[in-house]
């Protein structure tokens, strides 16, 4: 069968071509670990982190409102989504917290005055949130009396549909140094 394409019929090729799918698929695949230890939710993750730790989530859409207590680093491998209707979708409330490689959006634009992606507290001083994607978000990040905080290497970009004036900004710092 010179110069035509030919499907592939050997057993031996299908078989590499299903390993290396297969191997690319879990590669790729969504998940939240510490150490190797897999947990069902990026919450469940976060209650079981100590001091410290680093929380991988990898690729994959999240649907949870997060609350970090706790010095951690929530890293995102393959830009992880997490998509709720509104709200906070992540409220840091410990100190020294890293959030970053993630896309935070919400699953509606009918959303309060108040919805923000990233809210940190008074007290969860020297917060960095770096290398993250804010997509259709009311305010981005909110920062009320934190102190040494960082935020670096964003993309934010509100809802286009919602009246200037009407929506949120992008970072919005109140009492901060």
């Known amino acids: 069968m010179r110069g035509k394409l030919c499907p592939v ?15 690319w698929a879990s590669v790729s695949s969504a998940g939240v670990f510490i150490d190797g ?3 069902a939710t990026i919450g469940a993750a ?12 990898r690729g994959g859409e999240y649907a949870e409102h997060l609350r970090i207590d706790q010095n ?5 491998m393959e830009n992880p989504v997490i998509r709720v209707p509104g709200g906070r979708i992540v409220e840091i409330a410990g100190p020294n917290v890293i959030i970053e490689g993630f896309t935070f959006t919400y699953t509606s634009s009918d959303l309060a005055p108040t919805d923000t992606a990233i809210y940190i507290d008074k007290g969860a001083d020297g917060t960095v949130i770096r ?26 970009a509100g809802i286009e549909s919602v009246f200037v004036n009407d929506r949120g900004n992008c970072i919005n710092l109140t009492g901060s140094q």
């Open 9 to 23: 019929s050997r057993p031996g090729t299908i078989f590499l071509v299903l390993l290396i799918f297969g191997l």
């Open 72 to 76: 951690v680093h929530l890293k995102g």
């Open 131 to 156: 290398n993250n994607r804010f997509m259709d978000v009311m305010f981005g990040i909110w920062n009320v009396e934190g102190r040494d905080i960082r935020i670096e290497n964003n993309i934010i």
């Open 37 to 39: 230890k897999e947990f």
């Open 46 to 57: 976060l209650q079981a982190a100590g001091e410290g730790e680093t929380i991988e989530v």
